[in-house]
C-alpha cells in the first residue's frame, strides 16, 4: 500500500535499488544530491545532474523534462553518504523559456517505487509560490536502515541558493553548469503532459517521453519509450570510493517508459479526498518599533519535529543569555556602589555631616538605576519568550509536550522513534513566568536516577520521606508511560524490580494496562533473576557486535530498548547486585539497555564509595521542584519540574491502553 506522505513525514524503505518518479505541469531540471550526516554535500562529485547524470549509486536524466524517473542504489552508497536528496528547478532559472516560480504551475508529484513499478511512497509538493528550485524528498540513513521523508523545502533563489544551503563550497558555478546543461538540451525536453486531475482522485495516464538525438530519434507521445537503465559495473569515482563501484549502466539518460493498459490509480484508498496540510504559517509583519510576532516551527530543521525541537533550545539559550546578562549587570551595580561607598568611607570629611549621607544616597540611587535599566530588559526579553511559549507549547508534539496538552487526545502508536523527549519542565528565579521544556534527545545516553530522599520544597513546604518515595515512584512512572508512548509497538520493553512491593500503587498504571514485560519482580530471588537476565543480553549484544556479527542473535531475540525501573534501592540488594546495577548503568545504553533507579541518595551512601560512580553515571531528577540542573554554557542553577500528571487525569491511562493494544497487535 503506496503511504501517501506530507511535509515533513517519513516512511521505511525495505527496498535498496528504486525509482524516483517526477511528474510536473512543465519541464523541470532533476538533480540529485548526495550529504553527510549532516546533510552537507562535500564537493561536485557528490551531485548527479545534467552535465554529469551518472554517481555511483545515482542516475538522472540528462534534460529537463516533465515527467522524470531517477535510478537509485542504495546499497552502492559509501558509508560516508547518509542522504540522498531530490533536487527540482525551472529551466527558467538559467534563462530559458517557460514560467519561472512553482507557483505558476501544477504541483509537482514525487513518488518512490520499486524496480517493479509498485509504490513505496508519494508525495504532492503544495504551498509553492514565488520558488523556482526545491528539496523534494531525500532518501536517508538511520540506525542502519533506509527512509524517505518528504521535505518541500523552495528556494526563489533558484539551484545556487538551494545547493548553497547545503553546504557545497562550489554551489554557484555548479548551478551555472547545470543552467548551462539544460539550456542545451531545452530543444529536446519533454512537454508538459495532459493536465492532471485534481489530488482528490490522482488517478493519470503516464505519457513516453521524446527521445533526444542523442537517444536515435524521436518520439511521439504516447509511443513505447527506452527500458530504464541497467544495473552496470562502470568504473566511477564519486564521494569516498576508489576504483570500480556499482553504478548504473547505459549512456542515455533515464528517461520514463510508456505504461500498457488503463490509468495507473495512485491515491491511498482510505484518503481519496484529502490534501496535504498547508505550510507552516508565517509571522505577520510586525508594527513599527514592536517585536516580530512569533511563530511556532519557524527554526530550521527539516521537519516540523526537527524546526520545534530547534526552536525550544533556541529558547532555552536565549533564556540563559538574557538571564546572564541581567545577573551581570547587578553584579556590575552592586560592585560600583560598594566601591562609592568604600571610597566615600575612606574620606574622614564625608563622616560627619550631611555630606557623607548624600554621597551614600546617591551611589544607592545609581545603582538602583543600573538595575531597573538590566531589569526592564530583562523583562521585555521575557515577555517575548512568554509569546513564543504561548504559541509553542500547543503546536508541540505529543513527545515533546506536557500531559495537559490535548496533543495526547489525540495519540496514535508512532511508527518512527521521535527526536527527543520531554523529562519536565526548566526555569530560573529570575524568570518565574515562563517554563521550557527540557528536551532529552532519544535513544537514552544515560539512566536516570529519581532521588526519592526527604527534602524542602522550593515553595517551602516540607515533604516528609513517605510522601517523597509515593511521588518518585508517581514521576519514574509518568517517565516510563511517555518512553512506552513514543516508541513504536514493540520497540521499548519495561522491566520492573520492586523487592518489597511498596510500589504496587504507583505502579498500577503499567501494571493493570499490561504493558509490563512481567509483573514487577519482587523479594531476593526476582531481583536475581532480572539482573541475570539483562546483563546476560548486555555481554551477548556486546560479543555479537565486537565480533562484527550482530545479526548472529539467537532467533526470538528482543532487539527493542530496555528499562530496568529499580524500586526502593538499595532494600533487597547484596553486593553482587549492585555490582550488576553498576555495570548496567556503564555498559548498558550503548547495547540499549537503560537503568531507571528511584532511591534515596543518603539511605544509598551506607555503601560508600561503591555507588559513586553509579550516582555520577545517572541524570539525577526530583519527583519535587528542585534548583539542582546546572548547565555546563553558562553555569546557571535551573530549576527543574518533573512531568507529573494532572490530578484526576485519565490520559496516562488512555495513552497505556492504546500502547498494550498495539503491543498485543505486534506480537501476533
Do not use: C
Not at 519495561?494 to 493493570?512: F, R
Not at 555481554?539 to 548472529?552: N, W
Amino acid at each position: 500500500m503506496t503511504a501517501e506522505l506530507v511535509r515533513g513525514q517519513n516512511h521505511p524503505l525495505s527496498q535498496s535499488r528504486l525509482e524516483i518518479r517526477v511528474s510536473a505541469g512543465t519541464p523541470v531540471v532533476a538533480v540529485a544530491a548526495l550529504g553527510d550526516e549532516n546533510g552537507r554535500i562535500h564537493g561536485v562529485e557528490w551531485v548527479a545532474h545534467p552535465g554529469a547524470p551518472t554517481q555511483p549509486g545515482l542516475e538522472v536524466s540528462r534534460q529537463a523534462a516533465a515527467d522524470h524517473r531517477l535510478a537509485v542504489d542504495l546499497d552502492a552508497m559509501t558509508d560516508a553518504v547518509h542522504r540522498v536528496g531530490v533536487l527540482l528547478a525551472l529551466p527558467a532559472a538559467g534563462g530559458g523559456p517557460g514560467p519561472a516560480r512553482f507557483g505558476a504551475v501544477a504541483a509537482p508529484f514525487v513518488a518512490v517505487t520499486g524496480l517493479d513499478g509498485d509504490e513505496v511512497a508519494s508525495y504532492t509538493i503544495t504551498g509553492l509560490e514565488a520558488e523556482s528550485a526545491v528539496v523534494a524528498l531525500e532518501l536517508y540513513r538511520r540506525q542502519g536502515a533506509w527512509k524517505v521523508r518528504a521535505v518541500g523545502q523552495g528556494y526563489t533563489g533558484g539551484l545556487a541558493e538551494l545547493l548553497t544551503d547545503q553546504g557545497l563550497p562550489e554551489a554557484v558555478p555548479l548551478a551555472g553548469s547545470i543552467n548551462e546543461a539544460v539550456a542545451r538540451g531545452l530543444a529536446r525536453s519533454v512537454q508538459a503532459p495532459p493536465s492532471r486531475p485534481s489530488d482528490g482522485d490522482r488517478s493519470r495516464q503516464t505519457a513516453a517521453p521524446a527521445l533526444g538525438p542523442d537517444q536515435g530519434g524521436t518520439a511521439p507521445q504516447g509511443a513505447p519509450g527506452p527500458v530504464p537503465p541497467a544495473y552496470g559495473g562502470q568504473p566511477s569515482g564519486g564521494p569516498g570510493q576508489s576504483g570500480p563501484q556499482p553504478s548504473y549502466g547505459g549512456g542515455g539518460a533515464a528517461e520514463p517508459s510508456a505504461t500498457t493498459g488503463g490509468p495507473i490509480n495512485y491515491s491511498h484508498p482510505g484518503r481519496r479526498n484529502s490534501a496535504p496540510p498547508p505550510p507552516p504559517p508565517t509571522a505577520p509583519p510586525a508594527q513599527p518599533g514592536q517585536p516580530a510576532q512569533p511563530v511556532a516551527g519557524d527554526a530550521t530543521g527539516w521537519s516540523m519535529e526537527e524546526r520545534l525541537y530547534n526552536q525550544v533550545w533556541g529558547m532555552f539559550e536565549d533564556l540563559a543569555r538574557s538571564t546572564a546578562a541581567y545577573r551581570s549587570a547587578v553584579d556590575f551595580a552592586e560592585s560600583r556602589m560598594d566601591k562609592e561607598l568604600e571610597q566615600a568611607l575612606s574620606d574622614p570629611r564625608s563622616r560627619i555631616g550631611g555630606q557623607g549621607d548624600a554621597v551614600r544616597e546617591a551611589a544607592r540611587a545609581r545603582h538602583a538605576h543600573l538595575v531597573d535599566q538590566a531589569r526592564e530588559v530583562l523583562d521585555r526579553d521575557i515577555a517575548q519568550l512568554v509569546a513564543e511559549a504561548d504559541v509553542v507549547e500547543p503546536a508541540l508534539p505529543p513527545a515533546f509536550a506536557r500531559w495537559d496538552n490535548p496533543a495526547w487526545h489525540a495519540y496514535r502508536v508512532p511508527m518512527e522513534i521521535p527526536m527527543a523527549l520531554r523529562l519536565g519542565d526548566l526555569r530560573l528565579p529570575e524568570a518565574d513566568r515562563i517554563r521550557i521544556p527540557m528536551l532529552l534527545r532519544l535513544p537514552l545516553e544515560r539512566g536516570l536516577w529519581i532521588d526519592s530522599g526527604r527534602a524542602d520544597t522550593i515553595d517551602g513546604s516540607f515533604t516528609d520521606s513517605h510522601d517523597m518515595r509515593r511521588l518518585a515512584m508517581d514521576t519514574a512512572v509518568a517517565h516510563a508511560a511517555r518512553l512506552l508512548a513514543v516508541y513504536p509497538a514493540g520497540e521499548f520493553t519495561v522491566h520492573v524490580i520492586d523487592p518489597a512491593g511498596s510500589g504496587t500503587q504507583p505502579l498500577a498504571p503499567l501494571t493493570g494496562t499490561g504493558v509490563l514485560a512481567a509483573p514487577p519482580a519482587q523479594g531476593a530471588a526476582g531481583v536475581t533473576d532480572v539482573l541475570s537476565r539483562l546483563t546476560q543480553r548486555v555481554d551477548l549484544v556486546q560479543m555479537a557486535l565486537r565480533g562484527g556479527a550482530p545479526d548472529a542473535l539467537p532467533p526470538g531475540f528482543d532487539t527493542s530498548q530496555q528499562l530496568l525501573i529499580v524500586n526502593d534501592f538499595p532494600h533487597g540488594f547484596d553486593d553482587r547486585a549492585v555490582n550488576q546495577l553498576r555495570y548496567l548503568a556503564d555498559e548498558g545504553p550503548s547495547v540499549g539497555v537503560h537503568l531507571m533507579m528511584v532511591a534515596d541518595r543518603e539511605e544509598s551512601s551506607a555503601y560508600g564509595p561503591l555507588l559513586d560512580p553509579l550516582w555520577r553515571s545517572l541524570l539525577r531528577l526530583t519527583p519535587v521542584p528542585d534548583s539542582h540542573l546546572a548547565d555546563p554554557w553558562v553555569g546557571h542553577a535551573w530549576t527543574y519540574e518533573p512531568p507529573l500528571v494532572p490530578a484526576g487525569s485519565q490520559v496516562l491511562h488512555q495513552v497505556l491502553t492504546q500502547v498494550a493494544a498495539a503491543r498485543r497487535a505486534w506480537n501476533r
